[in-house]
């Protein structure tokens, strides 16, 4: 589906990891500059291989991946590390300073910048993403959101344009992953494109924008939210349901509830103005 003014374009990508198994089938899609989009689909489904080609992590077996007008082909990953930051699933596979300030500091400081511009930077998304007081400590004696957020920070440090985060919310409780999404919807406000790839259905229907559903390696649907998540007949195929409360508006359909309805507060006002209709 063609985009406008895309950051991301993957055109007939195939992936087949040296065991021979082939996690992508000529998927092609856009990603729009200033987007925010979620990856879903089950576990070996192929959301983390395709999101892994978007920085070089991963080099497709066939295919091409435009990145901000670069071939990831022809590219390092050092260099697409400055385009595209990438957080993985679990924050502890990335740490390995002993100091949040280190931490925040070691991409910057592999680019080559002057001492200035790096404690510029450092303190600029300390202060962002609200670890200015926790900067001397070592990133393992923080809980799993602020490990997240150090993370997420020393990302941004490198000053991408597209963050892609991989399970944001695994290992948290509904209070720190609202404040891990407002996080992202906030730097996403700032003109970063955001990618997700989660499980969490109510956090894609309150926070994403467009969606791609995946299945056995290809795309099997995409569209805006409530696109997406009213198509319940395609979702099941994947193995997919949406949140609860678009479930109930597909129920409600023919008294007249949309089946687009994405969260509670949307189905309060519109049983609101049945209930002011009928009194």
Not at 24 to 44: C, M, P, T
Not at 126 to 143: A, K
Request: glycine residues 8%; charged residues 25%.
């Amino acid at each position: 589906m063609s985009k406008v003014n895309p950051i991301i374009q993957v055109k007939d990508l195939w992936y087949a990891y040296p065991d021979g198994t082939t996690a992508l089938k000529g998927v092609s899609l856009d990603v729009s500059r200033g987007e925010f989009l979620a990856v879903i689909g089950q576990n070996g489904s192929g959301k983390t291989t395709l999101a892994k080609h978007f920085n070089g992590l991963l080099k497709p077996t066939k295919g091409i991946v435009i990145v901000d007008g670069v071939d990831t082909r022809k590219t390092s990953t050092s260099t697409l590390a400055t385009k595209v930051g990438y957080t993985f699933q679990n924050p502890d596979h990335q740490i390995c300073c002993p100091t949040v300030e280190a931490e925040v500091a070691f991409g910057p400081k592999q680019l080559d910048l002057s001492e200035e511009e790096i404690r510029r930077r450092v303190d600029k998304w300390l202060g962002m993403l609200g670890l200015e007081g926790f900067r001397d400590e070592h990133p393992f004696f923080l809980n799993k959101a602020e490990r997240q957020r150090v993370t997420v920070a020393s990302m941004l440090a490198m000053e991408p344009e597209v963050l892609v985060v991989d399970e944001p919310t695994t290992g948290m409780d509904w209070k720190q992953s609202y404040a891990a999404l407002d996080m992202l919807k906030s730097l996403n406000a700032t003109g970063k494109t955001v990618i997700i790839i989660t499980h969490n259905m109510r956090l894609v229907a309150e926070y994403a924008r467009r969606v791609i559903v995946m299945l056995d390696g290809l795309v099997l649907i995409e569209g805006s939210v409530e696109e997406v998540f009213s198509r319940s007949d395609i979702l099941s195929k994947a193995f997919l349901r949406p949140p609860q409360v678009t479930e109930l508006a597909h129920k409600l359909k023919e008294f007249g509830v949309p089946p687009t309805v994405l969260n509670v507060q949307q189905m309060h006002g519109i049983l609101g103005r049945f209930y002011e209709e009928l009194s």
